[in-house]
C-alpha cells in the first residue's frame, strides 16, 4: 500500500497514540511485552536485524520521502506502516526530535540460558548490575557492540533497557547483541561461573590494573554503578577487580570506562587471532 | 560572614539573577567573560584549582548545610556567597538540577602560545576540530584530564566550551586541563607541526588500526565533529589518520573513540616510563 492510499494518523488523542506514547513508561511497557525505537537510524537497525520484531512504524510523510527506503524495507517485511501528522508524530515520541519517525517493537532479550549457548571460546561478556543512568547503560550496550563481545546480561536492580534514553542511547545496538535482562546478580554471576566465564569487576578500586588484566580467555566485564563503584558482594564473586590507571581520581564515568575494558578485550582477542 | 548574616536573595526576577540566568546564552557570556559552574562537583573542582577564577558563589541553605566545606573554601579564597532561595538558584541555573548550587567563573583558557609552550617531551595533546555537540566536547575534555593529556586546543568552528552543558560534561575537566580556544583548524594544525607535535586524526577512515599507530614521541590527538569524520583538508594536514577497529562501521561516538585513543596514549606513555 502506497503512502497515498494509507490512511493518516491525524488526532494526537486517539487511542492508538495513547498506547504508543505509554511506552514512554516501564508499567506499559511490561504490560504489552513492546517498546518504542525512535528515529531513522535506530529503525533502520531494527528492520535490519530483527525486522520479526517489529510491530508498526509510524512516521510523517516528509520522513518517508526522505528515508524512502526505510517504508520499502518495512512493508517487504509485513510490517504495518501507518503515515501520521507531525503532530502526532510528537505525541508518540518519549524525545522531542524522533526525526519524523517511531516504531513499536516486541522485547528483543532471550532467556539466559540460550544467550550463555551463543557465548564461545574466548569470547567477551558484559555483566551491568545497578546501573541506573540510561545513557550509561546504552552507551555500554553501544560500546559492546562496537567491540565485539558475545552478550550483554543486565541484572534485575539496573535500568530497564527499553528505556526510551537507553534504546536511543544503544543507536540500534540492541539489536544486534544477544541480550538477557531481569537476573538477581548473584544469579547472573553464578551462571558465568558454571560456564567457566572468568568474572574481571571493572572498579576503581581495583587492584589490579588493565594492563596486567589477563583478557586471554573468555571473561566477562562486571560493571557497577554510575559512580563505576560495584557492591563488596559483587566485588567478593568476581576472580580478579581491574581499575584502569587515570590521572585523576574519579575522573571517568561508567560509560568511558566500560569503552577502555572493552576495547582492551577487542585488542587482545585481535592479537590472539593475528598468531 | 557567616550564612545567617548574608542578604537572601528572594527575588527570582531580580537583575543580578538575570545576568546570572543569561549566561546560559553564548552572547552574554562572551560579552561578561564569564560563564556557569553548576553543582558541588563542578563548584569544588572550580574552588581547588581554578579559585582565582571564581567570581561569586550561589547557594540555598540546604546546599550550604550539606557542602559546608565548599562555603568554607569560597569564603577562605574571598569569593563572594549569595545565600538563594530555591527558586532564585533554579532560575540562575540551566540545568533543572543544579543541586542547589551556581558559581559564576571568569574564563579560564589561555592564549595559544602559553598553551603550547606548557607542552612537554612525550606529552599527548587534544585538538577538537567542529565538534558540536556538548555532551561529546565536554567527555572528550573529561578523558582528556583523566588520561594525563597536557592540553586541549579548540577550534573556532567548534561548540563553546563555556557552554553550561559542556561544562556539566567535563565534570570540573575545564579547570585541572590547559585549554585553547577559538582558533582556526589550519592555524592549530600549523602551531602544532612548529613544535613538533605529531599530528594523529582519529577517524573511521584511517588506514592505520589504533594498535600500529605511533604514540611514542610528542603527538596530538585530532578529533572531528559527532559522526566522528574529519573534513578532508583537516585529514591532509596530518601525519596519521588512525581508526579504531571495530566490529561494526559508525558504532562509536566521538567521546567513545576520543576515550579510546587517549587511553592508548597514556598507556604508551606509562609502558615507556616503566622501560
Given at each position: 500500500m502506497s503512502a497515498a492510499d494509507r490512511p493518516l494518523?491525524?488526532?494526537?488523542?486517539?487511542e492508538r497514540v495513547k498506547q504508543v506514547a505509554a511506552l514512554g513508561r516501564r508499567a506499559a511497557r511490561e504490560r504489552s511485552g513492546t517498546f518504542l525505537v525512535e528515529g531513522p537510524q535506530a529503525v533502520r537497525e531494527l528492520l535490519g536485524y530483527?525486522?520479526?520484531?517489529?510491530?508498526a512504524l509510524y512516521l510523517t510523510a516528509t520522513a518517508e520521502e526522505r528515508h524512502a527506503e526505510i517504508a520499502d524495507v518495512a512493508l517487504a517485511a509485513g510490517v504495518p506502516i501507518w503515515t501520521c501528522t507531525e503532530e502526532v508524530l510528537a505525541a508518540m515520541?518519549?524525545?522531542?526530535?524522533p526525526q519524523g519517525m517511531v516504531a513499536v517493537a516486541d522485547r528483543v532479550d532471550a532467556p539466559l540460558p540460550d544467550v550463555l549457548d551463543a557465548i564461545g571460546d574466548g569470547d567477551t561478556v558484559v555483566v551491568l548490575t545497578h546501573v541506573r543512568d540510561p545513557g550509561n547503560a546504552g552507551t555500554v550496550l553501544r560500546g559492546a557492540s562496537a567491540f565485539g563481545a558475545a552478550a550483554v546480561l543486565v541484572s534485575d536492580?539496573?535500568?530497564?533497557?527499553?528505556?526510551p534514553k537507553v534504546v536511543r542511547s544503544t543507536v540500534g545496538a540492541l539489536f544486534h547483541l544477544p541480550v538477557s535482562i531481569g537476573i538477581p546478580v548473584a544469579e547472573l554471576l553464578e551462571a558465568c561461573r558454571e560456564r567457566g566465564i572468568r568474572l574481571l569487576a571493572a572498579d576503581?578500586?581495583?587492584?589490579?590494573p588493565l594492563p596486567d588484566?589477563?583478557?586471554?580467555?573468555?571473561h566477562a566485564w562486571v560493571m557497577g554503578n554510575e559512580a563505576w563503584g560495584l557492591a563488596p558482594e559483587v566485588l567478593d564473586g568476581c576472580d580478579q577487580v581491574v581499575s584502569i590507571p587515570i590521572?585523576?581520581?574519579?575522573?571517568?564515568n561508567l560509560a568511558m570506562a566500560a569503552t577502555v575494558c572493552l576495547h582492551a578485550s577487542a585488542a587482545t582477542r585481535a592479537s590472539r587471532a593475528r598468531r
Open positions: 494518523l491525524s488526532n494526537p488523542r486517539s530483527a525486522a520479526s520484531a517489529a510491530r515520541a518519549d524525545t522531542g526530535a536492580a539496573s535500568v530497564d533497557v527499553y528505556n576503581g578500586s581495583g587492584s589490579t588484566a589477563d583478557l586471554s580467555g573468555t590521572a585523576r581520581a574519579e575522573s571517568l
